[in-house]
T-cell receptor, first 114, second 115 residues
Framework: GENVEQHPSTLSVQEGDSAVIKCTYS??????FPWYKQELGKRPQLIID?????GEKKDQRIAVTLNKTAKHFSLHITETQPEDSAVYFC?????????????FGSGTRLQVQP | GAVVSQHPSRVICKSGTSVKIECRSLDFQATTMFWYRQFPKKSLMLMATSNEGSKATYEQGVEKDKFLINHASLTLSTLTVTSAHPEDSSFYICSARGPPNQPQHFGDGTRLSIL
């Protein structure tokens, strides 16, 4: 099955700096890569996703890049703010009839220092 | 749009009790629902996948007789933890998805504490 590795496990940045979180996946058949933000005790919220036919996607301060050859994808947050502090999970999904479950990375705890 | 409601949010009960958790998609038809378990400061571990009207597919190591999943309609899936024990204490989260090319949307989770 799919295996997703995520680094770093914790990341501390100063407000206004950029943050980058990286993930690698094992199965070249994976074609959907969402990123979720989870605040303590709350649901994971989808913040951005990318499909394998696209190399980069941006949404305001958030961007995701995908390198299919190397099987890795990254989340980039620019101009970080204290409210960006949370745990971020990457995930990968393999297409299949009716299933398409997500395999999650281990998470990155982002702390933005004011 | 794409709201998923999970209930209850918190359960505290005695060992041996069975607990039912509901997951509802409020504004879309969820052809597939997923149940995850999350330990403190850990990632989400997929327990099972359920498609409406068919039996759930369980991940390796998840006891299907322990974690009963029912997906009787396009808007409701339930997870029943049977004869719960302290080691079943965890945060359980459901997610729901419409068509295969759409993202998953998560419920608020249920924190289960077995005494």
């Amino acid at each position: 099955g799919e295996n997703v590795e995520q680094h770093p496990s914790t990341l501390s940045v100063q407000e206004g700096d950029s943050a980058v979180i990286k993930c690698t996946y094992s199965d070249s058949a994976s074609n959907y890569f969402p990123w979720y933000k989870q605040e303590l005790g709350k649901r994971p919220q989808l913040i951005i996703d990318i499909r394998s036919n696209v190399g980069e996607k941006k949404d305001q301060r958030i961007a995701v890049t995908l390198n299919k050859t190397a099987k890795h994808f990254s989340l980039h947050i620019t101009e970080t703010q204290p409210e960006d502090s949370a745990v971020y999970f990457c995930a990968a999904s393999i297409p299949g009839t009716g299933r398409r479950a997500l395999t999650f990375g281990s998470g990155t705890r982002l702390q933005v220092q004011p | 749009g794409a709201v998923v409601s999970q209930h209850p949010s918190r359960v505290i009960c005695k060992s041996g009790t069975s607990v039912k958790i509901e997951c509802r998609s409020l504004d879309f038809q969820a052809t597939t629902m997923f149940w995850y378990r999350q330990f403190p400061k850990k990632s989400l571990m997929l327990m099972a996948t359920s498609n409406e009207g068919s039996k759930a597919t369980y991940e390796q190591g998840v006891e299907k007789d322990k974690f009963l999943i029912n997906h009787a309609s396009l808007t409701l899936s339930t997870l029943t933890v049977t004869s719960a024990h302290p080691e079943d204490s965890s945060f359980y989260i459901c997610s729901a998805r419409g068509p295969p090319n759409q993202p998953q949307h998560f419920g608020d989770g249920t924190r289960l504490s077995i005494l």
